[in-house]
């Protein structure tokens, strides 16, 4: 069983100043480390406390939430395996948080979506930056997740030559079926975040919890 390492999480805030503030999980791309998506703080909305996360499986020089396969069609077991162990590092918060959600990166980004599968109500929202939507899930799994429609933001570049096209096909296919679903494409961006996308994320966010 993986687990999360709650001794490698990288907060916004000491424990003193997370009770009773809403979490937003920071979820890293494949080969990268909890300390990555910590440069975005200075660019997040301050309203929320975060958490990156490390994934669990070593990749390289960085980490990885699931071995890699085809690009954009992993298989459906490990992912759904690394958002057990997500799951159970938020259950191990127990009532700190009043709303949990999910920012994620690339395979980070597959994993958010797979979060909402696993919990579709235990989310408050996902942002999925150059992530897609895994393949395979099995009959019945994402009607939860269309009872619920959370609230999702996909950006993602339009010169972006990671995520194959048919990935972003069905990701963004299965946005519009399950989720409340803002899809946006950004000119020239590659695989990476903009600044353009990031004041988008801050946007959303103020939408989805209002100060």
């Keep these: 069983m993986i687990e999360i390492d709650a001794e490698a999480v ?3 805030h000491p424990e003193s100043e997370r009770r009773g503030r809403p979490l937003v999980l920071l979820l ?10 910590t440069g975005l703080l200075p660019h997040l909305s301050p309203a929320f406390v975060y958490a990156s996360l490390r994934a669990p499986l070593t990749h390289g020089g960085g980490w990885s939430w699931y071995p890699l396969s085809q690009p954009g069609s992993p298989a ?6 690394a958002a057990d162990a997500v799951l159970r590092f938020v259950d191990g918060l127990g009532d700190e948080h009043p709303t949990v959600g999910l920012l994620g990166f690339s395979q980070g980004g597959s994993l958010s979506l797979q979060l909402l599968r696993k919990r579709p109500a235990g989310f408050a929202f996902a942002v999925v930056l150059a992530g897609f ?13 269309a009872a619920v429609r959370p609230p999702v933001l996909y950006g993602r570049g339009d010169a972006d030559t990671v995520i194959p096209a048919d990935a972003v096909e069905r990701t963004g296919a299965w946005l519009t079926e399950h989720t409340d679903a803002e899809l946006t494409v950004y000119p020239g961006l590659t695989h990476g975040i903009a600044q ?3 004041d988008d994320v801050n946007a959303f966010l103020a939408k989805v919890h209002p100060a």
């Design 10 to 12: 990288r907060w916004s």
């Design 28 to 37: 890293h791309g494949v080969g990268s480390h909890e300390g990555d998506p």
């Design 76 to 81: 459906y077991a490990p992912v759904d395996e």
């Design 133 to 145: 939507v895994v393949p395979g899930a099995p009959d019945g799994v994402d009607a939860g997740v």
């Design 196 to 198: 353009e996308e990031l």
